[in-house]
């Protein structure tokens, strides 16, 4: 079955300063990876998602990326805010198939004063 | 337009009690899913219906935990008995589809600890 690692864990970054989160699939027939944040304590919520027909995608200061050779794909987030500290998840599914969503164990981003 | 409720949002027991969480997907979502998530993981996926359907459970547990999604709208998780490892939040989602996995939105989920 599809297995999505998720790099880093951890990630601090100054406020202003770009975060890149990283994240690899193992099925080459996924073809829909959403991220989600999710803050302290609350549901995840989709903030950006990416369908395997595109490489790249972008909704204001976030924008996501995919390789599909390579089979990673990654946030990107610029101008970084002390709202963006949360955990954010990477996943990846096969929509038209199972649709099952699979997730990344997640990155907890910490924006530095 | 109202968001996917669970309750209760927190349970305590002790380890061999039973417990049931409750789910209402949003209004004309076919699809719904519950979800564990252990502290500092992502969600996992426990099972997925389809309307009343069961579409996937390869990773519940079926030994302790069940789930039944009656008239295709509500749903219930059970775990029966419980052990310290089902210590985690329970999140229940739904889709308008089950091939548009975009349109997932999480309920605010139950958080259960078990002693």
């Known amino acids: 079955g599809e297995n999505v690692e998720q790099h880093p864990s951890t990630l601090s970054v100054q406020e202003g300063d770009s975060a890149v989160i990283k994240c690899t699939y193992s099925d080459s027939a996924s073809n829909y990876f959403p991220w989600y944040k999710q803050e302290l304590g609350k549901r995840p919520q989709l903030i950006i998602d990416i369908r395997s027909n595109v490489g790249e995608k972008k909704d204001q200061r976030i924008a996501v990326t995919l390789n599909k050779t390579a089979k990673h794909f990654s946030l990107h987030i610029t101008e970084t805010q002390p709202e963006d500290s949360a955990v954010y998840f990477c996943?990846?599914?096969?929509?038209?198939?199972?649709?099952?969503?699979?997730f990344g164990k997640g990155t907890r981003l910490h924006i530095l004063p | 337009e109202a968001g996917v409720a669970q309750s209760p949002r927190y349970k305590i027991i002790e380890k061999r009690q039973s417990v049931a969480f409750w789910c209402n997907p949003i209004s004309g979502h076919a699809t719904l899913y519950w979800y564990q998530q252990i502290l500092g993981q992502g969600p996992k996926l426990l099972i997925q219906f389809q309307n009343n359907g069961v579409v996937d459970d390869s990773q519940l547990p079926k030994d302790r935990f069940s789930a039944e999604r009656l008239k295709g709208v509500d749903s219930t998780l059970k775990i029966q008995p419980a052990k310290l490892e089902d210590s985690a939040v329970y999140l229940c989602?739904?889709?308008?589809?089950?091939?548009?996995?975009?349109?997932?939105?999480f309920g605010p989920g139950t958080r259960l600890t078990v002693l």
């Open positions: 989602a739904s889709s308008l589809v089950v091939w548009r996995a975009d349109t997932q939105y």
């Open positions: 996943a990846a599914c096969i929509v038209n198939r199972d649709d099952k969503i699979i």
